[in-house]
């Protein structure tokens, strides 16, 4: 995340928990491996706070309290919307806090007038904002394996949910009953029927999802 936005160097800070120690030791091999081949990146590093001081991590704790008021202010939304509590785990929350790290990447000014987003990839976020985990219906893609499923007499839009954009494109990303598909062309269903809980109950596909897991 810190490389899409631009940044060159990068430190990781952890606390003394072994299991968060285990994973940024494991994260630091990885980057270090990606940036021997990024002439781009200029320097990886650690740094461990002084044990018991929970002071040494303001800044991080800090971060957290913003992160956590910003999460909390649409997942209440969403559950007024609903009329129902979402557990902590539901496939719904970690879509729901990655879409809130997009939205302070796209929505925040800095000081030079940019926000993070325009910063690193030189223009700013354009693209209309859906509700998190709304009802819509996406465009099929003109070409390919999933162009016409039905045949070419058949629906060019199929029903989702919106979980949110990717970072790397301009698509979306929707939630179906085989996965996720991604699309640029969306079309809000109508206000009474857009979030539903009977469709949010049957979201099993999470971030983690996208990824090739190694045997």
């Known amino acids: 995340t810190s490389f899409w936005l631009g940044h060159t160097q990068l430190t990781l800070k952890r606390d003394n928990e072994l299991a968060l120690q285990a994973l ?11 940036a021997a081949d990024d002439d781009s990146v200029t320097k990886i590093a650690n740094e461990d706070p002084a044990p018991y001081d929970s ?5 991080i704790e800090v971060g957290v309290m913003i992160l956590r008021g910003l999460f909390r202010a649409p997942k209440l939304c969403l559950e007024t919307r609903l009329g129902k509590f979402i557990p902590t785990g539901h496939a719904m929350m970690p879509w729901l806090l990655q879409h809130t790290c997009f939205l302070l990447n ?3 000014r800095w000081q030079d007038g ?11 976020f354009r693209q ?13 893609p003109t070409e390919g394996p999933r162009s016409q499923p039905d045949g070419n007499m058949g629906t060019k839009l199929q029903q989702g949910v919106f979980p949110g954009f990717r970072r790397d494109s301009n698509q979306c990303i929707l939630g179906t009953e085989d996965g996720l598909a991604y699309s640029r062309a969306l079309a809000r269903c109508p ?3 857009r979030w539903s809980s009977d469709v949010l109950a049957n979201l099993k596909v999470t971030p983690w999802s996208i990824r090739d897991v190694k045997e």
């Open 128 to 140: 209309k904002i859906c509700g998190i985990c709304g009802t819509v219906m996406y465009k099929l």
């Open 191 to 193: 206000q009474p029927g």
């Open 106 to 108: 796209i929505a925040k």
């Open 24 to 34: 940024i030791a494991s994260r630091l091999e990885v980057l270090r491996t990606k």
């Open 55 to 59: 002071q040494g991590n303001g800044g």
């Open 114 to 124: 940019l926000t993070s987003s325009a910063r690193a990839r030189g223009r700013a």
